[in-house]
Each structure stands twice: as structure tokens, then as C-alpha cells.
């Protein structure tokens, strides 16, 4: 460097200096991104082998993803099962992991660890679970609640392989209970061919509408395919009844009280089993909802209010549900209504219903409060009866003014 002023001396040892930290700064990163990728690969490696952990970023810190001790062993324990599979025969290990899922006294626990070990269940084991289960019950040990999984789960992953053993069950087996979960498993996965059993087997089903299960199980995966089905079925009434009721329950699940019921209000009002069918459905699901908050009551009513087959009953059956559940007033559920419930179809409904029904209008609309809806409901129930009752007319208009 003889000949290099001053400046240039200082202006490369400032380069060295400046290439030396950042060399040693990408060294300190790329260390820490090996030991950040070890870690991660350490707890891949954890949860592969069965034990789930949670990470905390900030501490550093690995906490089981269960607290139970006993459900993460059975999770370890679920990590190895796929090695003692055989093709054609149960696993071992799996029935014995069964098995000691379900000798476990602390009911929520069995509950919840029998159903994750499930997943893990093949159509070779099914035959030994229900075996193990006969066996217990000899012993006097009931396990319906996990049975039915079980039955569920064996119609998910066999369920031709399920409703053939089925039909060998001993008597006492063979129950309408049993058939429901292995076709609701069943119609979950593949509801052609669950659909093509129930038609090829009706001395099997006997008077069990199976339909309903394949029903409920189907429209879990493809409600649009299931529900267009059910609309082109030429079913008995009750079967028509029994499969509406129990869809709607499971759209309620799935897609709240409001969608179930917008649900509802889609099946064609021209049949008249469908139309009779949807109200059965719609008085027997909401008959359960003894909490039901006034705006969620409103918006779920502006869907099928204004149905042919929705009565005047109904609607007071269901006014008086929401004015239990909210302080005995329907003051937030009506000015939710006036929103979503426009007022000439309303005024339409109340119409048809005062022809029908007018002293139960005259009731309803005593007991509602005062509102826009409740003065339109009166101005047309008096309106109708001027031209049938002008008597009834006037007695009504009396006491709707007080």
C-alpha cells in the first residue's frame, strides 16, 4: 500500500471493518436459524411420535397439548399404531388401545379419547371392537354413547362391509339404534351406494325409515346434492316429515337457527307433504330453544314467517318462547322485526291468517307491544273481518284499543 494517501488508508480499513461485522452478523443469523430449525424439527419430531406440545414463542417454553397424562398416552400410543397393521386382520394394538380407552370411569374423558382413537380404526378392527363391546356388556357394562361413534365411524370407513355384519348381528343388536349411526356414517361418505342398500334391503330396515340418517348424514358434506334428492323423492309422508326434521336439526349445527330456517323456506310450498313436513320441522327444533336472544329470534322468523304452511299458532308459540327468554317483554324481538320482516308481507300473513284463525290473531296481537307491526296487523284483521264479521269487526277493534 506505499503510495496510498492517508485518506485511502482509513477509507479501506473502515471497508475491512464494515465487510468483518456483517460476515460475523450473517454467521450469528444463520446460527440462529440452525437452532430455530433444529427446534422445530425436535418438536415435529415430538408430535410425530404421539406427543403433541405447545410452544411458547416467548418463553421458549413446551407445555402438553392435553393436561390429561392419560389422553397424551394415547396419543404417543396412536403415533405407532400404523406399524402393527396387517392388511385382512385387526391390528392388535389398536384393539388393546380400544380397550383401554374404554375401561376408563371418568366419563368425559372415555368420551373424548374413544372418539379420537377412532380415527384410527380400519374395517379389519371394526368386527373386534364390536366383539370387545358384547363382552363388556356381558359384564354389565353399558357403553351406548360410545357405541354409537363406533357404529358412526364403521359406517364412514366401511359401510358396505358395516350393514352386512349388521345383518348378522344377534337380535339384539340388530336395533334401529345400531342402523341409524352406521347410515348416518355411511351417508356421510358415499350416499349412493348407502341410498342403493336401503332400497335393495327392505325386510332388513322393517319400519324404520332409514332414509332419515342417510338424510342427515348426507347433508353434513353436500347439502345441496342431499337437499335436491330429498325434493325428488316420492316418500311416504312421515318418512318426508322424519327426514326434514332431522336435516333441519343438523342445518341448525351448521349454519344457526337462521340458515337452518332459510333452509326450510327453499323446499317447495306446491308439495303439500314437503309444506306439511317443513312446519313439523320448524316446531320441533324450535321448541328446544328456550334461550333464544330477540335478534337472532327475528332474523330466523323473517325467513319463514311469510311460509303458506306457517300459522298463526306458530307464530304465538314461538312469540311467547322468545318473550320467556328475554325478561317476559317481545319489545327487542318486534323492533328487530319491524327490520327484517317487511311490513306488507306481514299484513299479508295476518290477512290469511284472520280468514283462518281470527280469534287467535285477536289474541296475538293482544299480546304483543305497541309497534308498527302490531298496528298493521290490527288495521288488516279488522279490514278482513269487515267483510266476513263487521260485528266481530268491532268487538275486536274495541279491545285491540285498550
Known sequence: MVGLSHRTHSLISTAAILLAVIGWAQ??????????????????????SGKAFIRDEKTGRETALLSDPRSNGLITLMAGLDEFAEPGKPNPKFIRAAEAALNDSLYHRRQRDFRILLEKMRPEDAKAIHAH???????????????????????????EGAMASWAEFDPVDRSDANLTNLMTGWGTVDPEKALAWIKSNPDQIGNLNA????????????????????????????????CVGG??????????????SDWLASLPDENPDMAKAARIGWLNNTRFMGNLDATQAAAAWSKVGNQPWMSCEDFQRFCTS????????????TEQLETRWPISSASAQFERWTAENPSGVGSLLASMPPSELRS?????M???????????????RQQLAK
Open 133 to 159: 363391546f358384547k363382552a363388556l356388556e356381558r359384564e354389565g357394562r353399558y357403553f351406548g354413547n360410545e357405541y354409537a361413534a363406533f357404529a358412526m365411524r364403521w359406517g364412514q370407513i366401511d359401510g
Open 211 to 242: 332414509y332419515r340418517p342417510l338424510l342427515v348424514g348426507w347433508i353434513n358434506t353436500d347439502p345441496v346434492a342431499a337437499t335436491m334428492w330429498l325434493q325428488n323423492q316420492n316418500l311416504e309422508p312421515r318418512q318426508v316429515a322424519e
Open 27 to 48: 454467521a450469528w443469523n444463520r446460527g440462529r436459524e440452525l437452532e430455530a430449525a433444529k427446534a422445530r424439527s425436535s418438536a415435529d419430531d415430538r408430535v410425530r
Open 382 to 396: 279488522i279490514r278482513k273481518l269487515e267483510q266476513t264479521d263487521p260485528g266481530q269487526a268491532e268487538i275486536w
Open 247 to 260: 336435516a333441519m336439526l343438523d342445518k341448525v349445527y351448521s349454519d344457526g337457527l337462521e340458515g337452518a
Open 376 to 380: 298493521a296487523g290490527i288495521e288488516t
Open 322 to 333: 322468545v318473550s320467556a327468554s328475554n325478561g317476559g317483554t317481545l319489545n327487542g324481538f
